[in-house]
């Protein structure tokens, strides 16, 4: 057997052809401040994509590119300034910041109305009760493919691999809010392979190139690879991910890295733009 693919463009495609007839239901362009510290290159250039997908979708943008000398207090004035002003509907500080500045912190003072992240406290706890405006952006386009390609999630034993704060913890709260029976396994999970190897749906956001092997799979279940490892092979820089390709001869369906899970993430953040600017424009 070899796995449906998955692709993430034409998913990203509907999505933001959607997002695109709700900014112009609008009657102003919503507002989208990208905030970035310092100058690593994944940084700079996942900040530009995001800078140039807004403009396609006809939202404002803005990147505030910041020197890494940057303070924590310095940092806290800005966001206190794009709190404050009303054209801003959109708020997004990229990870990781610096060791000198607190993440906590910094998470901490963005307005959670503005917070399209999903990474406020207030929206993490709404998340986990199964009522956020604002979810994190990898989970929420991870639905919107699993939707997509009408991939059942309710009543499904899904099993997240990894429990980071930005992808693994919000997949598991979201996919219990849409019916599934969730497991987050990781690092100090014992006999991970079988507990895989039960799952329905398997989604895998651990950071380790080709962790996941065909042995760990149920013959036939939906693969999800959050994976983005920039690795050499023969001297030459590569994207893989989490998920070995052998596993294609064993699942149903399986996400490709790249061209997957990294467009949708881009592609929600403008969706959670659009609906940041929606709500307070239905608050009046
Ligand atoms: N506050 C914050 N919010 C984030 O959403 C956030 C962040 N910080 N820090 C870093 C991670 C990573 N991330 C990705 C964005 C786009 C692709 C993406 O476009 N990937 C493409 C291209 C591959 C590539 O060049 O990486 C693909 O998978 O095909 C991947 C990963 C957002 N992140």
Redesign the pocket.
Known sequence: MTARPLP?APVADALLARVAGRVSALPQAPRLALVRVGEDP??V??VR?KDKKAHQVGLQSEVFALPESTSQTELLALLDRLNADVAVSGI?????LPPHISEEAVLLAVDPAKDV?G?HPYNVAQMWAGRAALNP??PAGILELLDFYAVPVAGQRAVVVGRSE?VGRPMAAMLLARDATVTIAHSRTADLAAVTREADLVVVAVGRPHFLTPDMVKPGATVIDVG?NRIEVEGKGK?VGDVHPDVAQVAGGLTP???????L??AQ?MANTVTAAELVQDRG
């Open positions: 993430g994944a940084s250039s996942y994509s997004l500080v990229q990870l990781p992240d990474f952006c990898t930005i983005i994207i890295v790249p061209g997957g899970v990294g467009l993430t881009v953040l």
